[in-house]
Each structure stands twice: as C-alpha cells, then as structure tokens.
C-alpha cells in the first residue's frame, strides 16, 4: 500500500506533513515502532495511544493516523480520522492483502466452552485432511504448527498477520475463540464468519461490562454481523439462546438437551469414559466426559454441518478428538490399560471451576469408584480463595491430596498452611509440597479405575516459581507416571 491508496482507504479529515517514501508496518505500540511504519493512535480501556503520538514520531513512524488535530514541529504524515478504533480492524486486514477474505472463519463465543468448541472443530477438519488452522486462548495453530497465544482474540493488528501467515501456509478454514472484549472493542471488524457459535452466558467479566445485559448485548454483535450466507448456531437450553440470534440475517441452527430449539439432542450414555449421544438422528462417541461438554460436542458437529460436511463422517471422526488441553483432559499412558486410574488435567484454579469440575466427576463416577483430588493454590493472588478451594475438595473427593501450584514469590509451604486451614478434617489430607512427588503419588496409590483430578494448571507447561519459569507439564508427569505404574504391574505379574 502506497502514501495515496492509504489516504483514500482512510477518509480522512485532514491530511498534513510530508508525504513519506515507504509505508512501512501498522503499530498501535509506539515500543513497536520501526522506521517507516504507521501509527495509529487508539483510545483504549487504560490507556490513549494519542499520548503516546510523540514517542512514534522519535521512533520512526512515517504516517500517524489521530482523531486528534495534531500540532507539530516534525514534517510526518498526519492522518486525522473520525474513529481509528472503528477503522483499525478493516486497515490492518487491508495492509495484510485481507487475508481473512480468503479464509472460511468459525468464530466461536460465550463464557464457557469457547475453547472446546474451536479445538474439536480444527480437530475435525484436520482429521478429515482439510487444511485447518486455530486461534484460541490457549493455543494458536497454523495447520499443524503450535504457537503460544496470549488472548482469547489478539488485537486486529496481530490478528490479520496471524491469518496472513496461515493463508501463505495454505490454510483454508480458520476456527477461532471471539471473546466480548474483542467485539465491544471491534477487534474482528473487517472478518466476516461463515459460522458462528454461541456456547452459553453466565456471570463473568463484569468488571469490563458493568451488567448482564452489555455483556449479552456484546456476543450479539457477532451475529449481527453476520450475512444470509452464514450460519448462526446457538444453545437454545441458555436463557439467552435464543435472543442472541433473533435479529441475525444468518441462518439458524438452534440445538437442546431438552424441548428447545430446532433440533433436540440426548445422552444416551455417560461416564468417566466418554458419552454417546444422538442429534438429528446422528450418533456420537467422545472421550470427553461431564453434560457441559455435551454441549460442546454438538456445537462442533453442527459447526461442521453447516460448513457442509457430512453429520456421520464428522461424527466419526469426534471419537478420536480429545478437545482442548488441559481442560477437562483425559490422560492415558501409551498402552492405555484397563488396571489403570483414570486421570484428568483440568484448569480448574478458582473456587467455583474446581467446584463444577469436581461435581461433574462425582456425578460420573459409580459407587465402587474413589475420586481423588490434587490441587494446589498460586502465590501472589487472592488468599481467599484458598481455605474456599479446601472445603470444595473435602466436600466431593474421598482423597485430597494438596500440592504447591505456581508460588510465584510466596513460600509454597505458607501457601499450603492457608489451605489446610479449610479442611474440616486436615488429619485425614496428603501434604505434598512437590507438585511432581503429589502426582505420581496420587497416580501410584489409586486403584484401577478410580477418578484422579489433577486440577490448577491445566494446558500450563511451566511452574512460576521466584520469577522464573521451570518447565512443568502435569500431563507429562502423568503420563510418566503411569507408564511406571503399568510396567511395574507387568513385572509383578511375570513374578
């Protein structure tokens, strides 16, 4: 893009300085600035970029886009525009080529579940050989590439060159999380959705949209935005399930557990396993196991219905699909035998997740069946919570084991104190400071069958411990674990 194609693209109300010789990157970090990008200021929730218009200028910038008038001694360029929150989205597509016009985007939203979706569906499509690719909270994928990602949804700056890199990596379908903030701030202005999805709305980031209503009315953007070539797909058993897509132009697949919606779905087995269930005549197995992830598993199937793939073929392909890391995640050893505990690495870090996840295991698990609980408490966060997180795990576990997390600066040993200080019975809990020793001990003494939560860090591959961050997968110390556990069995029984 030239000096002029930026000018005309912009509409701006003003245009002073110096035309520049190149037009080098779109910033919105002054610290980002190079030589010959364009800055665009930006008001934001706790800081205005047009504070920082100065700092681009010493940095290099070429161009500065402002919805200020702008009075200064350097001949850069100066673009004044009404809105740049409004424009930043569509510029960074158009300074990328639009890469997301050559993708077909899955855009996935609500306050649980958003996750699970996107993965199961990328896990769909690429197990299906179709060329697919991520973006998520807790993972970005490029095909099969694995990069670290740092938000439910990226500013539309590192969003369009993310989907640039995946376009030139011959990427064809895109799914992705979309989080309120991103669509009250207008991250995604410029993306347009082949099909969105909307998983369910409950009590969370308040503290940004002050009420229910602004943060519902903030997911209602997403299919707002839609055209009469999208699909709209929507839980229709949510409260707000069937408002969320009543003024859409898309069309709707609305989907229940009970008299709901369009179409009605069942259980029709459910355990620590896995569950099978029906929809529109359609049946599925999946390890994913709890009534929450039901729902998840059919927003993925009907995700890849409306993209025109046939419901069995993807259904067939959902029973080898394990969801997201960490989150509810299923881990087995490599020979995956039948004298083993049945373990999960769950997120769970907070009073009410550690709550329902627990809960859902003791509603799974049947009368012969122990439900063990390993969990710990990070360091340099709310102290509250962890006499809460105690009388959960005492309440639904027949064993707790309690843990260090990530300390970060406090002294895991202290942490622990405030912890066994909720137990009503503290004689009768496993004290384990090392995180790997209360794994593999939980793992070693449980017998085969019994349910084993290892809950607090999930897809987290790293404990903060002073600063640092020591690599820790508690998925892999499982694995480890039961690996040892297995063999020594085998042995045992050579004997």
Excluded at 59 to 87: C, W, Y
């Amino acid at each position: 893009m030239n000096f002029q194609e930026l000018i005309a693209f912009c509409k701006p109300i003003s245009v002073s300085g110096s035309e520049p010789d190149t037009i080098g990157k779109l910033r919105q970090d002054s610290r980002e600035i190079e030589p010959g990008d364009v800055f665009i200021a930006v008001k934001g929730t706790k800081s205005d970029g047009h504070n920082f218009i100065d700092e681009a200028i010493e940095g290099g910038a070429s161009v500065i886009i402002s919805e200020q008038e702008l009075d200064t001694d350097s001949d850069t360029a100066v673009l004044q525009v009404k809105k740049t929150r409004k424009l930043l989205g569509k510029l960074a597509q158009k300074m990328e080529g639009n890469p997301a016009d050559k993708l077909t985007i899955i855009g996935v939203t609500g306050t649980n579940g958003k996750t699970t979706v996107a993965t199961l569906v990328w896990q769909i499509l690429t197990k299906l050989n179709y060329k697919a690719s991520l973006l998520g909270t807790i993972e970005k994928r490029i095909l099969d590439k694995k990069l670290p990602s740092r938000l439910t949804t990226a500013d539309p700056i590192e969003l369009a060159e993310a989907m640039r890199e995946m376009v030139d990596a011959g990427t064809e379908y895109l799914a992705m999380e979309v989080s309120s903030h991103a669509l009250d701030q207008r991250r995604t202005k410029g993306i347009s959705f082949k099909v969105a999805v909307f998983t369910n709305l409950s009590h969370d980031h308040l503290d940004y949209h002050e009420t229910m209503n602004e943060y519902a009315s903030a997911k209602k953007k997403l299919f707002n935005s839609l055209d009469s070539k999208s699909w709209a797909i929507t839980n229709a058993d949510d409260e707000r399930g069937e408002w969320i897509v009543n003024s859409t132009p898309a069309k709707v697949l609305s989907f229940s557990f009970g008299d709901e919606g369009l179409l009605q779905a069942r259980i029709l087995k459910s355990d620590a396993t896995g569950m099978a269930i029906s929809i529109d005549e359609t049946e599925i197995e999946t390890p994913l196991v709890g009534r929450f992830n039901a729902y998840n598993v059919v927003e993925a199937l009907l995700t890849c219905t409306a993209l025109g793939i046939d419901g069995k073929s993807a259904a067939g392909i959902l029973k080898h699909c394990h969801g997201a890391p960490g989150r509810m995640e299923r881990v087995n050893s490599d020979l995956s035998i039948d004298n083993e505990p049945i373990v999960f690495v769950d997120y769970a870090h907070t009073p009410n997740a550690l709550e329902n996840v627990l809960s859902t295991l003791k509603e799974l698990k049947t009368r012969h069946q122990k439900l063990i609980c390993v969990f710990g408490c990070g360091g340099d966060r709310d102290k509250t919570k962890r006499s809460k997180m105690a009388k959960i795990a005492e309440s639904y576990a027949n064993r707790v084991v309690v843990t260090s997390d990530n300390p970060r600066t406090e002294d895991p040993n202290l942490i622990i104190d405030q912890v066994m200080e909720g137990f009503k019975n503290p004689e009768e809990v496993a004290r384990i400071t090392d995180r790997k020793k209360a794994i593999r001990e939980a793992v070693f003494s449980s017998k085969a069958g019994s349910i084993v939560l290892i809950a607090g860090k999930g897809h987290e591959t790293y404990q903060e411990i002073n600063g640092k961050r020591i690599h820790f997968d508690d998925s892999e110390i499982v694995r480890e674990a039961l690996q040892e556990r297995n063999d020594k069995t085998e042995k045992e029984g050579a004997i």
